[in-house]
């Protein structure tokens, strides 16, 4: 992928998805222990990039990302807890998912997506991504907080996280899906089979 298609499908996937987390999605919020908790649609979009891309764009992509989600209204947190956890989502899951590829300023040999990011692999794979890539980005922002002073304690973080991490797997079905298609039509490759899917279903 050439790097300004790449960075333009960043920048569309991930301001589209701040701007549906901070005005569409609150309205629907559901309410565990006086908080109003809803997918985290921006943090999956950053997974998607993991994946589609290479570890050190999708870190980057993970702290920028991130720092607007910290200062998008209604914040009510310090700033800085977002872009660190979802910096740690980026490099994690780069380093998981491209353990096995040459990881390269492309994403891939040649500059060409990766194959799993081209569709081939399954949607329950890319599903078991996302959620491993939720757990670790709301542990990382609940134990930030915890240790800034800035939220509550354990037991009450525990029952949001879990329910953040399954609203975040069900979003996953059509966010990283999604999110894959466009860098693959930014890279000139077909869109993910999932993607494709999803299209026609709908």
Same mark, same amino acid.
């Given at each position: 992928?050439?790097?300004?298609?790449?960075?333009?499908?960043?920048?569309?996937?991930?301001? !589209?998805?701040?701007?549906l987390?901070? #005005?569409?999605?609150?309205?629907?919020?559901?309410?565990? &222990?006086?908080?109003?908790?809803? %997918? $985290?649609?921006?943090?999956?979009?950053?997974?998607a990039?993991?994946v !589609?891309?290479? #570890? *050190?764009?999708?870190?980057? #992509?993970?702290?920028w990302?991130?720092?607007?989600? $910290?200062?998008?209204p209604?914040? $009510?947190?310090?700033?800085? *807890?977002?872009?660190? !956890?979802?910096?740690?989502?980026?490099?994690?899951?780069g380093?998981?998912v491209?353990?096995? /590829?040459?990881?390269?300023?492309? &994403?891939a040999?040649?500059?060409?997506?990766? /194959?799993?990011?081209?569709?081939? #692999? @399954?949607? @329950?794979?890319?599903?078991a991504? !996302?959620?491993?890539?939720?757990?670790?980005?709301?542990?990382?922002f609940?134990?930030?907080?915890?240790?800034?002073?800035?939220s509550?304690?354990?037991? $009450?973080?525990?029952?949001?996280t879990?329910? &953040?991490?399954?609203?975040?797997v069900?979003?996953?079905?059509?966010?990283? %899906?999604?999110?894959?298609?466009?860098?693959? *039509?930014?890279? &000139?490759?077909?869109?993910?089979?999932?993607?494709?899917?999803?299209?026609? *279903?709908?």
């Amino acid at each position: 992928m050439n790097r300004r298609g790449r960075l333009i499908a960043t920048l569309v996937a991930v301001l !589209a998805a701040l701007l549906l987390q901070v #005005t569409v999605l609150p309205l629907f919020a559901w309410d565990v &222990g006086g908080l109003g908790v809803v %997918p $985290d649609v921006v943090l999956l979009v950053v997974v998607a990039t993991a994946v !589609a891309t290479d #570890t *050190r764009f999708a870190t980057l #992509t993970g702290f920028w990302a991130g720092l607007l989600l $910290d200062i998008a209204p209604p914040a $009510d947190h310090l700033a800085g *807890r977002w872009a660190l !956890a979802l910096m740690v989502v980026g490099y994690v899951v780069g380093r998981l998912v491209h353990d096995h /590829a040459a990881d390269g300023p492309g &994403g891939a040999v040649g500059g060409r997506l990766p /194959a799993y990011a081209r569709g081939r #692999t @399954p949607l @329950p794979l890319a599903l078991a991504t !996302a959620a491993g890539g939720s757990f670790v980005g709301l542990s990382v922002f609940a134990l930030s907080g915890l240790l800034l002073g800035d939220s509550g304690s354990v037991g $009450d973080l525990l029952p949001v996280t879990l329910v &953040g991490l399954l609203l975040d797997v069900v979003a996953a079905v059509l966010v990283v %899906p999604a999110t894959l298609g466009l860098h693959a *039509r930014a890279a &000139g490759e077909r869109p993910p089979r999932s993607a494709q899917r999803m299209r026609v *279903r709908a």
